[in-house]
């Protein structure tokens, strides 16, 4: 912690939690503030709602007080001595008798804090969950299924019959060729019937659009299809009192949807309506608060409605091999596979596994750069999925920021011609960071920079077609010779390279190595420890949620 993060206001334990790393300005202030509102002094308390928001923060939708070691605490390991926790009881007790907190399941007040099952939450987040149990459970109470669903048809036949059916599976399993012949099987049926489809980000819906190649149906954003309404994030034209119209809808990368949009959607539905929610509930999960789509598909009650896909398609041998002893938190089959010898899939400590990566970056960016150069955008775009180099962290000797700059480096002194002049150069791969739907762009799509006499273009394949724009017009673009494995959710690559962090780190878990290994069709370098493996397979994320244990 620099002085630049200490919180010079900050007294007792959130002094000492926020000096040794493990709060911040954003999590203490909302402690202190509503620690003077409510009239709340105990220490103890004013902790508890700091970590409830550095939960949130997290990705977690609740403080689960039994795991409260088990916080994720960002990208740096962060150390707190056994004497800093408040004793477990008094701490309990404290927050039972406090002002700010109301106990059980009851209806709301103006309490800002709620404490359930040995669970904080903050109040608004804790409807949000409340609001989506209820709507499942009055889906699950209607659903026609039991048993567990597995294979195409039967995900199919599920949706024709289910208010709620999850299609569950990892890459390559089939999952749009099912959401296809669900829409050729709803049409069928009534060729009247409004279908609606939807994505949590931009990326992912032209993603959806472009694999269905349905030119009568446009996936849209989910803020988009509920109707965002401006200046807020949280707040929609459609609701209980204003419905979408539509008879299904369909979500895809589920895995990415928030509890706070999960709960909006459900609200948004006719009674009516069915809905389908695809995705990978082994994956990442959303950026935000929330894992809804593990927690269902957890959940004992939803067991019928759970469609999994199991059969791959697309890639097969060491790397499916690989993905599923990661997902199946078996590390010792994971460390027999990487041993086993297979080209396809390889693990070398990041000294040793040096060479290797720079020989792989090197080889996929010069053909980046020669089509490039030579004016061929399409070659250009297509050899830039050739190769992606993954990591865990954002910055220090593991992150983006570190492997961008020896990426680049290690072009200009490996490719002929390759030169880094001006800030928009031939052969530069660029990623978008903000949405820009006026230019069919989403936050996430990546391109290549061509330059033709003195004028540089970004170009990119957007809406299917190839689209050139002045790179100037486009804010925030960055280079892309590396990224985070978050970014690189929903996109497949020949090749992936994966640079793990090291163990201890936070972030360091099975969805993290599960997400990276399946993003590639042909071969998989990782670049860690065999103990930094071992550590990630048998680490699931620590997200706390108590969604799954109360969808009874």
């Not at 103890?44 to 550095?54: E, N």
């Not at 199946?328 to 390889?346: I, K, P, T, Y």
């Not at 099975?510 to 998989?524: G, K």
């Amino acid at each position: 912690m620099t002085e630049s993060h200490v919180v010079v206001s900050a007294t007792g334990l959130l002094a000492d939690f926020n000096r040794a790393g493990a709060l911040t300005w954003a999590d203490v202030h909302p402690a202190q503030q509503l620690g003077h509102l409510f009239g709340e002094k105990d220490a103890r308390v004013q902790l508890a709602l700091a970590l409830t928001v550095r939960a949130l923060r997290s990705g977690s939708i609740c403080l689960d007080l039994d795991r409260i070691r088990e916080l994720d605490l960002g990208e740096d390991e962060v150390s707190i001595p056994d004497s800093w926790w408040p004793e477990a009881d008094g701490w309990l007790a404290a927050l039972e008798a406090s002002p700010a907190v109301t106990v059980g399941d009851g209806p709301g007040g103006d309490r800002p804090l709620r404490l359930v099952d040995g669970a904080l939450y903050l109040e608004r987040h804790f409807a949000d969950q409340e609001s989506v149990r209820r709507a499942l459970l009055s889906r699950l109470g209607t659903a026609p299924a039991s048993g567990e669903p597995e294979g195409q048809e039967a995900a199919i036949d599920l949706a024709l019959t289910s208010p709620v059916t999850v299609i569950a599976g990892g890459p390559g399993v089939g999952k749009t060729y099912t959401i296809e012949r669900i829409i050729t099987r709803l049409r069928e049926a009534d060729p009247d019937v409004r279908i609606a489809l939807a994505a949590p980000t931009g990326k992912a819906a032209a993603r959806m659009t472009e694999s269905l190649g349905d030119g009568s149906l446009k996936a849209s954003t989910l803020h988009a299809l509920l109707g965002k309404r401006p200046g807020s994030m949280t707040r929609f034209q459609h609701h209980a009192d204003n419905p979408l119209p539509h008879d299904v809808v369909i979500i895809d990368e589920m895995s990415m949807v928030s509890m706070v949009l999960m709960s909006r959607l459900l609200d948004a539905l006719k009674p009516s309506a069915r809905l389908v929610l695809v995705g990978d509930p082994d994956q990442l999960s959303s950026v935000d608060a929330g894992s809804v789509l593990a927690d269902i598909t957890r959940a004992p009650a939803a067991t019928g409605i759970v469609a999994r896909l199991v059969r791959n398609y697309r890639f097969t041998g060491a790397i499916q091999h690989l993905a599923t002893a990661i997902r199946d938190g078996d590390s010792d089959r994971a460390l027999e596979v990487l041993a086993g010898g297979d080209s396809a899939v390889r693990l070398a400590s990041v000294a040793e596994g040096t060479p290797a990566l720079r020989d792989r970056v090197v080889t996929a960016g010069g053909r980046v750069f020669r089509a490039a150069a030579s004016g061929e955008a399409a070659e250009a775009l297509a050899a830039l999925e050739g190769h992606r180099l993954l990591c865990g962290h954002r910055r220090g000797a593991f992150g983006v920021a570190h492997w961008t700059r020896q990426v680049q480096s290690w072009l200009v002194e490996g490719v002929p011609g390759y030169s880094v002049d001006g800030e928009f150069h031939a052969g530069r791969p660029v990623m978008v960071t903000a949405n820009r739907p006026e230019f069919g762009l989403h936050n996430g799509d990546t391109g290549v920079v061509l330059v033709d006499g003195e004028r540089a273009q970004a170009w990119f394949r957007a809406g299917g077609r190839l689209t050139a724009f002045s790179p100037f017009l486009l804010d925030g673009l960055v280079s892309v010779h590396a990224m985070t494995v978050h970014k690189a959710q929903g996109s497949q690559f020949d090749d992936v390279s994966v640079v793990l962090p090291p163990p201890g780190s936070p972030l360091l878990t099975r969805e993290l190595l599960y997400t990276a290994v399946s993003r590639a069709r042909s071969s998989v370098l990782l670049l860690g420890d065999p103990e930094a493996v071992a550590e990630a397979v048998s680490n699931p994320a620590r997200r706390m949620s108590r969604l799954a244990e109360r969808l009874r």
